[in-house]
């Protein structure tokens, strides 16, 4: 309808991403991401096949990219509430239990704040 705003998503990805994971998904099927806020992944979202990864009960999902659901910590998702995920692809080795290890491509999390009207259109705004 004229005059409706589109919703805003949590989370997107660039083409290379989506390029990435559905080389992925052929390979392993359905997929999920999990973003946490360790010291060794923080800016990696770790990519696992759907089942081999357990979901705490405090886990958030984002959204979902190329059919793939988005989830992050609790904690990360109160630092990060304000911002979208963007998620990348640059070169290099993924995480080790990430499904984009081996590939010389690993996915990257970038981030652009929300701007006041924006964060007035969220659930929970």
Do not use: K
């Not at 989370?11 to 999920?32: F, K, M, N, S």
């Not at 999990?34 to 984002?62: A, T």
């Amino acid at each position: 309808m004229p005059g409706e705003v589109a919703p805003l998503e949590r989370v997107t990805a660039t083409p290379a991403a989506l390029d990435l994971l559905a080389e992925i998904q052929a390979r392993h099927g359905a997929v999920l991401f999990h973003q946490s806020g360790g010291c060794c992944d923080g800016s990696s979202p770790m990519c696992y096949p759907v089942g081999e990864f357990i979901l705490g009960d405090r886990d958030v999902c984002l959204g979902e990219i190329g059919g793939a659901e988005v989830y992050i910590g609790a904690d990360q998702y109160a630092a990060w509430r304000h911002t979208q995920l963007i998620i990348d692809v640059v070169p290099g080795r993924g995480g080790m239990f990430s499904l984009d290890n081996g590939t010389e491509r690993r996915f990257l999390t970038r981030s652009r704040a929300f701007d006041g009207s924006e964060m007035c259109r969220l659930p929970g705004g």
